[in-house]
């Protein structure tokens, strides 16, 4: 999601053991084998974008995302799944010799009542390695106007946005072996890690780009904080 200055809250984490009634069982989208355990971290993140443009501006650029979201995601690997679909290799992350490169399905769902919304779907012929993702992301345009300043005047629209996402990771057995503390407080900072990460970049591309695209000026060094 789109991120400049972002609040990361505290995560949870929790381990479950889910029924096994033979050596792969696919249980509420939970891919768990033999052993049963899965472990899930749970984040909640909110922050907001700013464009220098009207609300009707950033609506039909945001709509056009066909024309843009493959560009601005690099360097992740976008592939177009469907009409607002779109499958999207994040990265490699890991500690503790173990690693994992997450690779989601993501769909930009049209406007209801001026609310974005982003949720994971599946990725045909594809089952993520010992992981899984439940994104679920709502953004909302607000309009104001800016405040003085030599390089920026009139209308500033202000994308703000909620995300909640679980993530459920399916340790190998020498990363189970270790404390619990230790496999949340490095999830924890993975996870962080991941969404600052993805988060900070794609907002900054989007903005130049949106900019770019209509000609609008847009201050290199402009960092709006709350």
């Known amino acids: 999601m789109l991120s400049t200055n972002g609040e990361y ?5 929790k381990e479950t053991v889910l029924p096994v009634e033979s050596n792969l069982v696919e249980t509420d989208d939970v891919v768990t084998d033999a052993i049963g355990t899965q472990t899930q971290f749970c984040g909640c993140y909110s922050d907001f974008m700013e464009v220098y443009a009207p609300v009707h501006q950033v609506a039909e650029y945001l709509n056009a995302h ?15 799944l ?5 499958a999207l290799t994040i990265g490699r992350f890991g500690a503790f010799g173990y690693e994992v490169e997450p690779k989601i399905g993501l769909e930009l769902l049209p406007p209801e009542e001026g609310v974005y919304r982003i949720r994971t779907i599946a990725i045909p012929d594809y089952q993520a390695p010992g992981y899984d993702v439940d994104y679920r992301a709502a953004m909302q345009l607000k309009e104001y ?24 990771l399916h340790f190998p057995r020498f990363i189970q072996r270790l404390p619990k503390s230790i496999i949340q407080s490095t999830g924890d ?5 991941i969404v600052r990460q993805v988060s900070r970049r794609l907002t900054r591309k989007v903005q130049e780009d949106f900019h770019q695209s209509l000609g609008i000026p847009f201050p290199k060094n402009s960092q709006k904080k709350r």
Do not use: H
Request: proline content about 4%.
């Open 189 to 193: 900072r993975l996870l962080n890690q």
């Open 9 to 13: 809250q505290s995560l949870d984490i």
């Open 66 to 80: 066909s024309s843009w979201f493959t560009r601005c995601a690099e360097p992740m690997t976008v592939e177009p």
């Open 145 to 168: 106007q800016a405040e003085d300043d030599a390089a920026i005047s009139g209308e500033v629209t202000r994308v703000e946005w909620d995300l909640d996402l679980k993530v459920y």
């Open 82 to 86: 469907g009409e607002n679909g779109y």
